[in-house]
């Protein structure tokens, strides 16, 4: 059983920026890829940014792509999101996720383990 556990979400000015963090417990191979996903108010879940621990490989929704950055430290087994030159449109709670397997894919590893979420709420 993998537990995921975000932080660093808050209020931020457009232009902003904040690092969101996700700490995995329950063991490296059940969290080898992780993901970030973001809800907004009457709308679905949408991918944001997913890292391979075995690879180093990342990929980005077009949304976010030159704004963000996922990292992860794989000794505190955490991952990290980066967002920069925020923007109202990224207002949003923000979940981690993590898979066992993955395909060609990061966006669409089968996600099975998912944190409570985080708040980001940009101001205009």
């Known amino acids: 059983q993998v537990q995921l556990v975000e932080s660093g979400g808050g209020l931020v000015q457009a232009g902003g920026s904040l690092r969101l963090s996700c700490a995995a417990s329950?063991?490296?191979?059940?969290?080898?890829?992780m993901g970030w996903f973001r809800q907004a108010p009457g709308k679905e879940r949408e991918f944001v940014a997913a890292?391979?621990?075995?690879?180093?490989?990342?990929a980005y929704a077009d949304s976010v792509k030159g704004r963000a950055t996922i990292s992860r430290d794989n000794a505190k087994n955490t991952v990290y999101l980066q967002m920069n030159s925020l923007k109202p449109e990224d207002t949003a709670v923000y979940y981690c996720?993590?898979?066992?397997?993955?395909?060609?894919?990061?966006?669409?590893?089968?996600?099975?383990?998912w944190g409570q979420g985080t708040q980001v709420t940009v101001s205009s």
């Open positions: 996720a993590a898979s066992v397997s993955c395909g060609s894919y990061l966006q669409n590893c089968p996600y099975t383990y």
């Open positions: 890292i391979s621990r075995w690879s180093g490989g990342t």
């Open positions: 329950g063991g490296i191979y059940s969290s080898g890829y």
